[in-house]
């Protein structure tokens, strides 16, 4: 994983949609960081407080709702934990694999057809500090 590409991957796609908000942006960039610290490890884990934490949004509603739109834009996937004591899951996709993925490309691709690949490996509970 090339930390560069990604992000100017990632800065190039923010550009050229008017559906991401600084809300998406910055939880992306958490995501991002946190499995930047964890050497590219996918998928990676960490409890839904910790990044309310670190990019500053303060409602519930608004982290799932940009959750959401990330796993939408394929930019992401996202499994909740069932359990208090895991991590929810997540793991950072590739922009270069599909180089139309992204908010608005397609009304009728289904997110849920694109992210039912299960996630195989049991995420190691990570934290910032």
């Avoid at 800065?11 to 998406?24: D, F, G, N, Q, Y």
């Avoid at 004591?85 to 270069?96: C, D, E, K, M, P």
């Avoid at 992204?102 to 190691?124: L, R, V």
Wanted: glycine fraction near 4%; include cysteine; charge should be positive.
């Amino acid at each position: 994983m090339n930390y560069i590409i990604h992000l100017n991957q990632f800065l190039k796609k923010v550009e050229e949609s008017e559906a991401v908000c600084p809300t998406h942006i910055s939880l992306y960039l958490a995501l991002f960081h946190l499995w930047n610290h964890h050497y590219f490890q996918s998928p990676i884990a960490a409890v839904h407080i910790e990044l309310i934490h670190v990019n500053k949004i303060s409602s519930k509603t608004t982290f799932h709702k940009c959750i959401k739109d990330l796993v939408a834009w394929m930019w992401t996937k996202y499994t909740p934990s069932t359990s208090i004591y895991r991590g929810n899951s997540f793991r950072l996709l590739s922009f270069s694999n599909s180089p139309k993925n992204g908010p608005g490309n397609d009304p009728n691709d289904s997110p849920n057809a694109k992210t039912s690949n299960g996630i195989s490996n049991e995420p190691e509970m990570v934290s910032y500090k």
